[in-house]
C-alpha cells in the first residue's frame, strides 16, 4: 500500500470546505467545438434546470415504488423470499456495473446525449417489469440499475460544468429533487395500485411517463448541442501531477468500504422496510408512508452532515453519529417494529441521509486533486454498489430460513459496527 499524507499543512490552517460534486471528466480538457457547445447550453438556464429537476426526480422513484409492491409481485410469480429480494439486488447490482462505463460513454458521446439515452432506457427498464414474465421482470432490473447508475455518476459533473459559480445551491436542487421522488413513488405506490385498477403493474409502470417526461425535456439540450459530441480530449498531465493507483491506496479503500456498508443497510430498507411492517400487522397502505417518511427525513441528514463534515479535519465524530442513529433504528425495527415505527423510520432516516452525505463529501475530502476524486469516486461507487447489492438478496435469504426478521435485521446491526470501524479509518485527515 502506498503511504497517505495529510490533507492540511500547519495545525492553525482552517479546513477546506468540501468540493461535494466530483466531476466524471476530470482530467479532460474540450476543444473549441466543445467550449462553444456548453457556451450554448449555459445560455439557456432555464432548460438546464428543468432537466436537472425532472432527471433528479427519477433517480430513485424506480427503487423506492417497487419496494411497497414487493409482496404482490412476489404472490403474482409465485417468487421466494430469496427470489423476491432480486427484483431490489439486481437494479443495485447494476448502479455499479453502470459506473464502470458512465465516464467513457460521457466523454464519448457528450453527456447531453448520455442523458436522454439513459432516461429513455430507464423507461424501457420499467415498462419492462411489468411484462408477465419473470425474466422481464429481473432483464427490467438491469436496465432500470444501469439507466439510474449513468445519472449518478454523469449529473453532478454535469451541474459542475455547467453551474461553477452556483454548484451548492445546484447540488441542493439536486439532492433534493431526487429524495422527493423517491418520497413520492414510496407514498403512493399502493393508491396508484388502488386508483389504476388494483394491479401492481400500473403502479410500477406509472413511473415510466417520469422519465419519458424528462427525456423530453432534455431533448432540448441535446439539439443544441448536436454534432458537437466526442469534443473532449483527455488533457496531457504536467511532469509533476501526482499518477495515483486509488486501487492500491489504503485509505481509499477505507473510504470504499464506508461507501458500500452505508449503501448495503440502505437497500436493505428500501427492499424490505415495507415488508417489515406489513408481516407485523401494519396496512400496506401506511406502511407505504411510514417508508416515504423513511426517504423525506434523509434530506435533514444529508443536508447537514456535509456541511459539519467541510469544516472538521476529522469526521470521527460525524461516522460516530450516523452509525450510531442507523444501529439505533434498526434495534428498534427489531424489538418494536409497529409500535415505533414512525420514530423508528425517522431516525434511521436522518442516518441514512447523513451516512450517505458523508460517504460522498469524503470522497472529495481525502482525495488530493480533482483527478484523484474523479477516481476514487468511480472506485468507491463501482465497488460500494457491487457490495450493497448482496444486502436485500442475504436479508431475504435469512428470512427465509429463520422466518423471521430478527436475524436479517441483527446482520444488519453487525454491518453497522463493520461501518464504524472502517468509517473511523477513513474519516482521518489523510488523503489518498
Known amino acids: 500500500m502506498r503511504a497517505e499524507t495529510r490533507t492540511r499543512g500547519s495545525a492553525g490552517d482552517p479546513p477546506a470546505p468540501p468540493a461535494v460534486l466530483v466531476d466524471a471528466e476530470a ?3 474540450p476543444l473549441a467545438a466543445g467550449a462553444a457547445a456548453r457556451r450554448a447550453l449555459s445560455a ?6 428543468v432537466g436537472i429537476v425532472l432527471a433528479s426526480l427519477n433517480m430513485r422513484a424506480a427503487l423506492a415504488g417497487v419496494a411497497p409492491l414487493v409482496g404482490e409481485i412476489s404472490a403474482a410469480f409465485g417468487l421466494s423470499a430469496t427470489a423476491s429480494s432480486l427484483v431490489t439486488s439486481v437494479p443495485v447490482l447494476f448502479l455499479g456495473v453502470g459506473a464502470l462505463v458512465a465516464p467513457t460513454l460521457g466523454r ?3 453527456a447531453e446525449r448520455v442523458l436522454l439515452a439513459a432516461l429513455l432506457l430507464l423507461a424501457v427498464g420499467i415498462l419492462a417489469r411489468v411484462l408477465p414474465s419473470v425474466y422481464a421482470l429481473y432483464g427490467g432490473g438491469i436496465l432500470v440499475g444501469t439507466a439510474i447508475a449513468l445519472l449518478n455518476v454523469l449529473m453532478p459533473g454535469l451541474i459542475k460544468r455547467d453551474f461553477p459559480d452556483r454548484a451548492a445551491a445546484m447540488t441542493s436542487v439536486y439532492t433534493g429533487a431526487m429524495i422527493a421522488g423517491a418520497t413520492v413513488a414510496a407514498a403512493a405506490a399502493v393508491p396508484l395500485e388502488k386508483a389504476l385498477g388494483g394491479g401492481w403493474e400500473g403502479s410500477l409502470g406509472f413511473w415510466s ?9 432534455w431533448l432540448p439540450q441535446v439539439l443544441i ?3 458537437r459530441t466526442g469534443h473532449e480530449v483527455r488533457a496531457v498531465p504536467a511532469a509533476a501531477t501526482r499518477r495515483v493507483s486509488v486501487w492500491r491506496s489504503a485509505l481509499a479503500w477505507q473510504v470504499t468500504l464506508f461507501m458500500g456498508l452505508q449503501s448495503l443497510w440502505s437497500y436493505v430498507l428500501i427492499a424490505w422496510m415495507p415488508t417489515i411492517f406489513t408481516d407485523h400487522g401494519m396496512s400496506r397502505s401506511t406502511a407505504g408512508v411510514v417508508f416515504a417518511l423513511n426517504n423525506l427525513v434523509q434530506v435533514a441528514g ?7 463534515a467541510g469544516r472538521m479535519r476529522s469526521q470521527r465524530p460525524l461516522i460516530v453519529l450516523v452509525t450510531t442513529l442507523v444501529g439505533a433504528g434498526y434495534a428498534g425495527l427489531m424489538v418494536a417494529p409497529v409500535e415505533g415505527a414512525w420514530l423508528w423510520a425517522a431516525v434511521l432516516g436522518v442516518g441514512q441521509g447523513g451516512a450517505v452525505g ?6 472529495v475530502l481525502r482525495s488530493g486533486d ?14 460500494g454498489y457491487l457490495l450493497a447489492a448482496a444486502g436485500p438478496l442475504a436479508a431475504g435469504a435469512l428470512h427465509q430460513a429463520t422466518g423471521s426478521w430478527t436475524l436479517p435485521l441483527g446482520v444488519v446491526l453487525g454491518v453497522c459496527a463493520a461501518a464504524l470501524t472502517v468509517g473511523l479509518f477513513a474519516a482521518r485527515d489523510r488523503t489518498v
Open 27 to 29: 482530467g479532460v480538457r
Open 370 to 383: 480533482a483527478v484523484t476524486a474523479a477516481r476514487l469516486s468511480g472506485m468507491a461507487q463501482t465497488v
Open 358 to 363: 458523508l460517504a460522498l463529501t469524503l470522497i
Open 225 to 227: 448541442a448536436r454534432g
Open 108 to 110: 464519448r458521446f457528450g
Open 44 to 49: 439557456h438556464p432555464a432548460l438546464l434546470l
Open 209 to 217: 411517463l417520469l422519465a419519458v417526461l424528462a427525456a423530453v425535456a
Open 302 to 308: 444529508a443536508f447537514v452532515v456535509p456541511l459539519l
